[in-house]
């Protein structure tokens, strides 16, 4: 929320310069984000006022206007704004001024004409985002007076984080209770003023639903100009604090809800259609908002309505049929509270965040509709004119929120705490956080304010003590007993060992999103449901991830769009399982890679230029296995996923208990979702990435014996099958298994391959003969021609 420093002023005295201000909200609990004064830095700016302006002779949306500075000659100034017209006072830019942007004002001539100096748009001194004219001044400005003084352009705006708990906080006024609270200061601000009704006129009003409205407000105004000019003074509040400003009557209406936190709403009361009902939702009904889209709610949303049907959702937006405009002579004006529970997630079903609905869903003060009322109408009044009648107000008292008293120890105040406080000082900080406090046997009987709706436990007191006190009251002290992290266990790796490992292999680490867009998560997993958020931040980030993959995917085809070519990512993070109804969290660590194997170099070998593939990233998983102590405890096995290439995927085992998926995304996935290359993704449980200690293992004194054999097996046997057998009946005997060479072509038949293999046998005791190698060679040739139906290629 953004306060203006010198609104702030008008509401409390402020001891402190802004900065220090900033400092001391950011330390009672409303953290400061930024500090900026209300425009970027200009010079050489003046108020001037246009004498005359004629037609450009040589361009027909030119003028050349004389214009005053109050001092000397009037300057002749080429302006090619459309509201530029004799009599309005104006920006003017001398030669020589200094606009953001670093743009300096220099005598030019344009289109034969002479120009010293720009009259200037609010745009180009900072003051907006876009402008369709040159600044409009009211009539009563000084003439020659500098432009960022007459219009206090170096008062400082501080950008406050307001927790969600804290909606009292979210207006000028709440801001200065907290100010009143923290420098013992008193709360002033414009003295309130009772509707004076010049009319008997009414508008009637039905709770249908109270408790979730218990209390409306309504005011019935009429022969209001709603073209009549915003003043300045208003359109500058409202722009520092983050506002354009639209009308009269929409103006006021956020000035309100800014200056007191009471969200309002102005209804043309042409349009209204018999008597207004507040009442929850039909099945089936639907109303169009001011913004122009139509929404359906459900029973458990409030309505505004009237004869016709819906006018407003409760708390976040009104209806587009009601709405004022330019024409609007009478009006309704709607004050009303509505319970958080009332509004709370509702905006959030159709995508909406609206000031209304974030002040409602927090809490408004339910004691302030009168004063806001009175407020808007004297704005409003003043402004646009117009007679209003009599304050009416529909209150339900049973339903309306009553502030239960909440006991605050002694004893638990200084646990908690670390220090002790006297008791006057804690009376005073609470009571200058207006709660009513009443001394008990114990410590004290406190009551908040009405506007305070997270006060209900004695822990929010004591914050509260704390925060206004002052943290830095509180002395540091020593621990009890000292405090020591456990050691972790040598069989679990830690974060950073892994990640290192794959980070040597050229990956880097990643962090997105746990929740992810639902429609390419259904792509890759059709099969697997995701758990829906209830209230997701966006429409494409509104499942939780069942897979690092859906995060790691949009992070390549996001880098691809930026001409990155080789992009290799690893991510470390937790997906979410649904089983039963129940869902499981699985630590996890997920990588990506595509593009060229290695990075572009001129002596590279053309092989090292091609694609990354499966293989490539088998090998990135096999080192990090090797380096965990366990490489061969873990296996590849040929396995079907239906978001990979069905001839490039495989599962991943440890001792034969799957952890894991390696392969290359499916080619109709690549194309559909326009990828450059064919990623090649894996994913692992942490759980099974445990480290295997080294074992001491004699080294023998004796000689090795290496055997070579050519097996000829079927295609679809895989390697790791192979090896398996030879180890098994080799025994202990085998020390070392190496694949030289893999053959297909002439002598091998049709679906079938040669595979070479080395095989090192070596004894601890003894020096093995010819005799022992051959019969352990000729023993597996036996076994694999009997299990995998092998032959010896000679």
């Known amino acids: 929320m953004k306060v203006p420093y010198s609104w702030l002023t008008e509401w409390v005295r402020v001891p402190w310069a802004?900065?220090?201000?900033?400092?001391?909200?950011?330390?009672?609990?409303?953290?400061?984000?930024?500090?900026?004064?209300?425009?970027?830095?200009?010079?050489?700016?003046?108020?001037?006022?246009?004498l005359s302006a004629e037609k450009h002779p040589q361009a027909d949306k030119l003028q050349v206007c004389r214009v005053s500075m109050g001092q000397g000659e009037p300057v002749q100034i080429v302006c090619g704004a459309s509201n530029a017209r004799p009599g309005l006072k104006t920006a003017l830019a001398v030669v020589g001024a200094e606009l953001p942007g670093n743009l300096t004002i220099k005598q030019a001539r344009l289109r034969g004409v002479e120009s010293h100096g720009m009259l200037c748009s609010a745009k180009e001194l900072g003051l907006a985002d876009t402008s369709s004219g040159i600044v409009e001044l009211p009539a009563d400005a000084p003439v020659g007076r500098p432009v960022r003084e007459y219009l206090r352009l170096d008062d400082m705006v501080l950008d406050l984080n307001i927790t969600p708990n804290r909606g009292d906080a979210m207006s000028v006024l709440g801001i200065a209770r907290e100010v009143a609270a923290l420098s013992g200061e008193a709360v002033t601000g414009p003295e309130r003023r009772p509707v004076a009704a010049a009319l008997h006129d009414t508008f009637a009003v039905h709770l249908d639903a109270p408790a979730g409205c218990p209390k409306f407000a309504g005011c019935v105004l009429r022969g209001v100009d709603n073209r009549a000019p915003t003043p300045a003074w208003m359109r500058e509040r409202l722009r520092r604090a983050g506002l354009r400003s639209i009308s009269p009557l929409v103006d006021v209406t956020n000035y309100v809800m800014l200056e007191l936190g009471q969200p309002m709403h102005a209804y043309d009361l042409a349009r209204l259609d018999g008597q207004i009902h507040v009442r929850q939702g039909r099945a089936g009904e639907t109303i169009t908002l001011l913004d122009g889209r139509s929404v359906e709610v459900q029973p458990d949303v409030l309505l505004i309505t009237d004869r016709s049907g819906p006018v407003g959702i409760a708390g976040i937006m009104g209806g587009e049929r009601t709405a004022v405009s330019a024409d609007t002579t009478d009006v309704f004006l709607e004050v009303a509270y509505f319970s958080p529970d009332a509004v709370i997630g509702r905006a959030m079903r159709w995508g909406l965040t609206t000031d209304a609905s974030q002040r409602f869903e927090r809490g408004v003060d339910p004691s302030q509709q009168e004063r806001a009322m009175e407020?808007?109408?004297?704005?409003?009044?003043?402004?646009?004119?117009?007679?209003?009648?009599?304050?009416?107000?529909?209150?339900?008292?049973?339903?309306?929120?009553?502030?239960?008293?909440?006991?605050?120890?002694?004893?638990?105040?200084?646990?908690?705490?670390?220090?002790?406080?006297?008791?006057?000082?804690?009376?005073?900080?609470?009571?200058?956080?207006?709660?009513?406090?009443?001394?008990?046997?114990?410590?004290?009987?406190?009551?908040?304010p009405a506007h305070r709706f997270d006060i209900s436990i004695e822990a929010d007191l004591i914050e509260e003590v704390a925060r206004i006190i002052g943290y830095g009251a509180i002395a540091e002290g020593d621990a009890l007993a000292s405090e020591h992290f456990r050691a972790l266990p040598e069989s679990i790796p830690e974060e950073r060992g892994l990640l290192e490992t794959l980070a040597v292999r050229g990956y880097q680490e990643a962090v997105t999103y746990a929740f992810v867009d639902p429609q390419l998560q259904s792509r890759l997993f059709p099969d697997r449901g995701g758990l829906a958020l209830a209230n997701p931040i966006?429409?494409?980030?509104?499942?939780?991830?069942?897979?690092?993959?859906?995060?790691?995917?949009?992070?390549?085809?996001?880098?691809?769009?930026?001409?990155?070519?080789?992009?290799?990512?690893?991510?470390?993070?937790?997906?979410?399982?649904?089983?039963?109804?129940?869902?499981?969290?699985?630590?996890?660590?997920?990588?990506?890679?595509?593009?060229?194997?290695?990075?572009?170099?001129?002596?590279?070998?053309?092989?090292?230029?091609?694609?990354?593939?499966?293989?490539?990233?088998?090998?990135?998983?096999?080192?990090?296995?090797?380096?965990?102590?366990?490489?061969?405890?873990?296996?590849?096995?040929?396995?079907?996923?239906?978001?990979?290439?069905?001839?490039?995927?495989?599962?991943?085992?440890?001792?034969?208990?799957?952890?894991?998926?390696?392969?290359?995304?499916?080619?109709?996935?690549?194309?559909?979702?326009?990828?450059?290359?064919?990623?090649?993704?894996?994913?692992?449980?942490?759980?099974?990435?445990?480290?295997?200690?080294?074992?001491?293992?004699?080294?023998?004194?004796?000689?090795?014996?290496?055997?070579?054999?050519?097996?000829?097996?079927?295609?679809?046997?895989?390697?790791?099958?192979?090896?398996?057998?030879?180890t098994l009946v080799a025994s202990s005997l085998l020390r070392d298994l190496r694949v030289f060479d893999v053959y297909r072509g002439p002598g091998i038949e049709a679906g079938r391959k040669s595979i070479a293999l080395g095989l090192i046998f070596q004894d601890i005791s003894r020096t093995l003969t010819d005799e022992d190698v051959g019969r352990l060679v000729s023993d597996v040739v036996t076994d694999l021609r009997t299990s995998l139906n092998a032959s010896i290629r000679e």
């Open 375 to 448: 407020r808007a109408v004297e704005l409003i009044q003043a402004i646009a004119g117009g007679e209003a009648g009599p304050l009416e107000v529909s209150r339900v008292d049973a339903q309306m929120p009553v502030r239960p008293a909440v006991s605050l120890r002694r004893k638990q105040l200084t646990r908690l705490l670390g220090a002790r406080f006297e008791e006057a000082r804690v009376q005073a900080a609470l009571e200058g956080l207006q709660m009513r406090v009443e001394p008990s046997s114990e410590g004290w009987s406190v009551t908040a």
């Open 18 to 50: 802004a900065a220090e201000l900033g400092e001391r909200l950011t330390m009672a609990g409303l953290e400061l984000e930024s500090i900026e004064p209300a425009a970027p830095a200009f010079c050489g700016v003046v108020v001037a006022q246009i």
């Open 538 to 726: 966006a429409s494409d980030l509104s499942v939780m991830r069942v897979s690092l993959w859906p995060g790691l995917v949009k992070a390549v085809l996001d880098n691809q769009r930026r001409q990155q070519e080789r992009i290799r990512m690893i991510e470390h993070g937790a997906r979410f399982e649904s089983t039963d109804g129940a869902t499981r969290e699985v630590d996890t660590l997920a990588g990506i890679a595509c593009g060229p194997r290695m990075p572009e170099q001129w002596a590279l070998p053309r092989e090292m230029r091609e694609a990354t593939d499966f293989f490539d990233v088998k090998g990135d998983l096999e080192a990090l296995f090797a380096a965990l102590g366990a490489q061969s405890a873990f296996t590849f096995e040929t396995a079907m996923l239906p978001c990979l290439h069905p001839g490039r995927c495989a599962r991943v085992l440890r001792y034969g208990r799957p952890i894991g998926w390696l392969g290359e995304l499916h080619p109709s996935l690549v194309k559909e979702l326009d990828s450059v290359h064919a990623p090649v993704l894996f994913e692992l449980d942490v759980e099974a990435l445990t480290i295997t200690r080294p074992a001491y293992r004699e080294i023998s004194r004796l000689p090795q014996v290496r055997r070579d054999l050519a097996v000829v097996v079927d295609e679809s046997v895989p390697l790791s099958r192979l090896a398996e057998r030879v």
